[in-house]
């Protein structure tokens, strides 16, 4: 019987007992969280489809498993609440605030920031499924529009996130916003130049397709792989990898060469042979080079080799050559191997690559 009076004392209009049932369902519900996230997990990740590996799950689990807690967590203090009463001194106060309607505002904002976490979240694992997917197609198009979607799609969820919360937690009149923004489309609009170009340059860049992502350009002496197309920007990773960002304004007003679209790469240089190379080595060598670039099974028929200058310290024979291929690393590697072959010819006719030199004539009176 003590103990029952025991739990009757009253203390902040709720009894013990109260309190105590209070604490025993947030104790009980936050042990049965794990399950219930466990359970929540595998009901959306059967929405997105069935054509799930381990990565995949692995991948989702880490997604939403911190957005997904919080939310339950959420729930979970809200249900607990309904336990106990009160107390009126938060309810009212003499400048008319009531602590438990801000208190019922702050619940809000965090419970629909948690939702729109999680559908951030899941739109992340539809890209991460997309990429993948995109990497299995010769085409690049995919892969440059997947990133681009689902930016949009998170730019979309955002705002909807935004307007909700400015409509149910701040009472903000949506109507009124939308005419309010109408009103002033024309300063926002203006205020928002750059952006608005930058966009716009971004759709160009998908409709009229001056690249796609992974080819090589060279745009404003900056040359490097496409990474990304975004909505304000492209990133370009150079040769040195380095991330090089230009908005894409500036890509639809500039000259862009795209490396990735020429079928061949050209290849020009001269090689120096000394004075006193006999002019039957002279045209053997060019022969032998022309022969070599023609029969070279990286390249095409359209090479040229010929003696044509006398240098101050060398015989100039001009190499020019095109490879077969966009890729760069099949450009240098053929490049080294018609290389290695050149040394070889000129060392076969005991010929010698010139140097810059200067001779000097003394006189003797």
């Not at 904002?109 to 739109?123: C, D, G, Y």
């Not at 730019?155 to 939308?178: K, R």
Request: with cysteine; glycine share 6%; charged share 20%.
């Amino acid at each position: 019987m003590e103990t029952i009076e025991f739990l009757n004392i009253e203390f902040f209009e709720n009894t013990l007992k109260d309190y105590l049932i209070f604490l025993l369902f947030i104790v009980f519900g936050y042990i049965t969280i794990i399950p219930v996230k466990s359970m929540i997990i595998k009901i959306l990740f059967k929405f997105f489809g069935k054509d799930h590996n381990d990565i995949d799950t692995l991948e989702f689990k880490n997604l939403l498993n911190k957005p997904l807690q919080y939310f339950l967590i959420l729930i979970l203090f809200f249900f607990s609440l309904k336990f106990i009463n009160i107390p009126t001194f938060l309810t009212s106060s003499e400048e008319g605030i009531d602590i438990s309607v801000i208190a019922l505002k702050g619940f809000n904002f965090l419970l629909l920031t948690t939702v729109f976490w999680v559908i951030l979240r899941s739109i992340d694992f539809v890209g991460f499924k997309l990429k993948n997917k995109a990497l299995e197609t010769e085409s690049k198009v995919d892969d440059q529009l997947i990133p681009f979607a689902i930016d949009l799609a998170k730019v979309i969820s955002i705002v909807l996130g935004a307007v909700m919360i400015l409509g149910d937690v701040f009472d903000v009149n949506i109507t009124a916003l939308v005419t309010g923004l109408g009103i002033g489309g024309v300063a926002f609009a203006l205020a928002s130049k750059e952006s608005l170009e930058n966009l716009l340059g971004s759709f160009t860049i998908f409709f009229d397709k001056p690249f796609t992502v992974g080819d090589t350009v060279t745009l404003g002496g900056v040359t490097g792989t496409v990474e990304k197309v975004g909505f304000r920007s492209t990133r370009i990773r150079t040769f040195d990898k380095s991330i090089v960002t230009v908005p894409n304004k500036n890509i639809i007003s500039t000259e862009l060469d795209n490396l990735g679209a020429r079928p061949v790469r050209r290849v020009k240089f001269n090689i120096g042979l000394t004075y006193d190379t006999s002019v039957e080595n002279i045209k053997n060598i060019v022969n032998d080079i022309q022969s070599l670039v023609d029969d070279h099974s990286m390249t095409n028929q359209d090479g040229r080799v010929r003696f044509l200058n006398f240098g101050a310290s060398s015989l100039d024979i001009m190499v020019l050559y095109y490879v077969n291929s966009p890729d760069w690393e099949s450009l240098i590697d053929t490049q080294q191997n018609i290389n290695y072959d050149i040394i070889d010819i000129v060392n076969k006719y005991g010929c010698e690559f010139a140097f810059p030199s200067t001779s000097v004539y003394i006189e003797k009176n």
